[in-house]
C-alpha cells in the first residue's frame, strides 16, 4: 500500500484500530445517517454491476467505504485514493484482512497523476464525503476523468454534502445537522478527533499534513445538487440521478 506515516514512534496494531473506532464514532455524529448510505451505496453498485471486479474509492481516508464494498462483493478489488497519509495508515489497518484486495495510494487527485495508478475500464468509481473539498474546477476536471475510466455501463456514485441555492433552506439544513450531532455527541468532534490523534502520533505530523493538503479549496455545504447533475451530464454520464437524500446530503451520479 503506497502510504507514508512519519511518526517518532510508529503506532501498534492496537492504537491504530482505536483510531479507527474513533474516526467512525466521529464521522456518525455528523452523519447520523451513515450506515444507510452505506448501504444505499453499495446496494446502487451491486444493482447495476452485480459482480464487479474493480471499485475505485475516491477520497478513501480509512477506508470505511473500501471496507463496505469488499464485504458486499467478496471477489472485487477495490483501490483507493487520498492525499492524506494519517488517515491511509488507519485504512491499511482496517483493511489488512482484505489482503491484496485491497489497495491504498497517496495521490492528490486535484491532479491527473492519480489516474495512472487506476486500469482502464473499472466497474464503479465511489467516494463519501471526500469532494467538497474540491474547487469547482477541480470538481469538474475530476469527473471528467472519471468518466473516461468507466467502463460503458460502469457507474459513479458520490455521498457527499450538496447545498441549497436558497439561504433559508440551507440554514435549516445547518440546524438539524447540528441537533443530530449535538444528539449523539457534545463538543467540536472533528476538532478534538485530530487534536487527539496529533497528540499521539507528534505535532509534527500535523505540520506535515496541512503542508500536504494546502488551504481549503471547495464548499463546505457543498454545490448545489443541480450544478452535480449538469457537471456529469457534460462529462458524458447518462441516466444522471440522485439515487438517495437527506437534508444536505445526498447519494447522485450517473451511468456511462
Not at 33 to 62: E, K, S
Not at 63 to 89: K, Y
Not at 195 to 222: I, K, N, S
Request: net charge negative; glycine share 10%.
Amino acid at each position: 500500500m503506497d502510504m507514508k506515516l512519519q511518526t517518532t514512534v510508529a503506532p501498534t496494531d492496537s492504537e491504530l484500530a482505536y483510531w479507527i473506532d474513533q474516526w467512525d464514532r466521529m464521522q456518525e455524529a455528523y452523519n447520523p445517517d451513515r450506515a444507510d448510505r452505506f448501504r444505499t451505496l453499495t446496494g446502487i453498485v451491486g444493482a447495476v454491476c452485480p459482480a464487479p471486479n474493480t471499485i475505485v474509492d475516491l477520497g478513501c481516508g480509512t477506508g470505511s467505504v473500501m471496507q463496505q464494498c469488499l464485504e458486499a462483493f467478496p471477489t472485487a478489488r477495490v483501490i483507493g485514493i487520498d492525499m492524506d497519509s494519517c488517515l491511509l495508515a488507519l485504512a491499511e489497518q482496517r483493511l489488512g484482512i482484505h489482503g491484496n484486495r485491497a489497495s491504498v495510494h497517496q495521490l492528490d487527485f486535484r491532479t491527473d497523476a492519480w489516474a495512472d495508478t487506476i486500469p482502464n475500464g473499472v466497474d464503479a468509481v465511489v467516494s463519501a464525503t471526500a469532494l467538497h473539498w474540491l474547487s469547482e474546477a477541480h470538481l469538474g476536471d475530476l469527473y471528467a476523468k472519471v468518466s473516461s475510466l468507466l467502463r460503458p455501463g460502469g457507474i459513479f456514485l458520490n455521498a457527499d454534502h450538496v447545498g441549497s441555492g436558497h439561504a433559508l433552506v440551507q440554514r435549516f439544513w445547518a440546524s438539524e445537522r447540528a441537533h443530530a450531532r449535538d444528539k449523539r455527541y457534545s463538543g467540536n468532534e472533528w476538532s478534538k478527533f485530530w487534536d487527539d490523534y496529533f497528540g499521539a502520533l507528534g505535532e509534527q505530523q500535523r505540520e506535515m499534513r496541512t503542508a500536504v493538503l494546502g488551504p481549503w479549496e471547495g464548499v463546505e455545504q457543498g454545490l448545489p445538487l443541480q450544478w452535480q447533475l449538469n457537471r456529469l451530464t457534460e462529462c458524458g454520464f447518462s441516466h444522471v440521478d440522485c439515487f438517495y437524500r437527506f437534508h444536505g446530503d445526498a447519494i447522485y451520479g450517473g451511468i456511462k
